[in-house]
């Protein structure tokens, strides 16, 4: 489409002032200021695609409108309305606000959570060595596997909020100037109108990863050798507990985030996963519905090698309303431990009227 509104000779894009299309007789279009040029010594313009002579002066060359219309239907869809991105904006911003204050709060509760524990568990442990020396190191596993790199990633996605927030802060400044001097129905170019949402599937991610640590290991201030071998006990069922499979998303197979639906539509998402452990899938694997907005079947997920890939889909239902929409799911192994990442869609729906 570009390629029409550009000119032939200098290949420049068309506008309504010295780049106005004017057309020759010969129906070839031209700007204004190439048109003007090849008219210099006053006897005609020839058409420099065909060689047609036209020997019209320059104001008595016609436009040509199909052309003009091209380019502000072009221009109408490359703008947005301040009235539109500004209080997008202010929405995205308050948001990345909120999860912020959130993570910041799972980040204390985690720290504070660990050291209080380890610090009890090592207390403990002092007076009953024969204990310790049977359970720490199954204790460290335990941290190793539940915890992981909670708090690694926690410190990254604040990070990364901290810096949408100062940039978003800082753009929506810019508009805000641009509002005062020009009103709220000034037209913005696409590159100073996108609206950029906050990384809240990650925050999402992070909250169901916490919500999934096994039972907390604590000690109780008397009769310790007795809560030492109950704690003892209970890091072995917690360590029983833990699926020995793993598996990494690799990527959207079917259903992108943000593709639209008819409200009430059915349609099949698809992840690629890969087994990034020495376990082998056997039968008996499912995906299933975890929480969100919309759900559907659990379904069998196929048998795969250590390495292996393997497409995992699910059949879901819009909902009936309209709106931006998610829906959460996870992967069970066949004696119902959780394993892998967590996995969602999200999808806008709209009505037809």
Not at 143 to 153: A, S, V, Y
Not at 157 to 176: D, G, H, R
Not at 225 to 248: G, H, M, Q, Y
Not at 320 to 349: A, H, M, Q
């Amino acid at each position: 489409m570009e390629e029409l509104i550009v000119c032939g000779v200098c290949l420049e894009r068309f506008d309504m002032s010295n780049k106005a299309p004017l057309m020759l007789l010969c129906g070839h279009t031209f700007c204004k200021t190439c048109l003007t040029m090849m008219n210099k010594n006053g006897l005609g313009i020839l058409c420099p695609n065909d060689r047609t002579k036209d020997l019209r002066s320059l104001n008595s060359l016609p436009k040509n409108f199909s052309l003009i219309s091209i380019i502000e239907e072009l221009d109408n869809r490359k703008t947005k309305s301040l009235k539109v991105v500004i209080p997008a904006k202010r929405e995205n911003l308050n948001k990345a606000n909120t999860e912020i204050e959130g993570l910041k709060g799972l980040k204390k509760v985690l720290t504070e959570e660990q050291e209080r524990s380890l610090k009890e568990l090592k207390a403990g442990f002092k007076k009953v060595r024969e204990v310790v020396d049977k359970k720490e190191v199954e204790l460290s596993n335990l941290i190793t596997q539940t915890h992981g790199n909670l708090d690694q990633k926690i410190s990254k996605l604040e990070t990364s909020l901290q810096n949408y927030i100062k940039n978003e802060e800082t753009e929506l400044k810019k508009l805000e100037e641009i509002k005062a001097k020009s009103g709220e129905d000034f037209e913005l170019d696409s590159s100073k109108s996108k609206i950029i949402d906050p990384p809240l599937a990650e925050c999402e991610e992070v909250k169901e990863m916490i919500s999934k640590l096994p039972v907390k290991v604590l000690l109780a201030p008397s009769n310790i050798e007795n809560a030492i071998n109950k704690s003892a006990r209970i890091l072995d069922e917690t360590l029983a507990r833990v699926s020995p499979l793993s598996a990494v998303f690799v990527r959207d197979v079917r259903v992108m985030d943000g593709d639209r639906f008819v409200a009430g539509a059915s349609f099949v998402k698809t992840w690629r996963l890969r087994n990034d452990g020495e376990e082998a899938w056997n039968e008996g694997c499912w995906c299933m519905f975890s929480h969100g907005d919309f759900s559907g079947e659990a379904v069998v997920v196929d048998s795969a090698w250590a390495g292996e890939e393997v497409d995992v889909s699910v059949i879901c239902v819009a909902p009936s309303n309209p709106g931006r929409f998610r829906s959460y799911w996870k992967l069970v192994d066949c004696d119902g431990l959780v394993f892998g990442p967590v996995l969602w869609t999200e999808i806008v729906v709209f009505s037809v009227s």
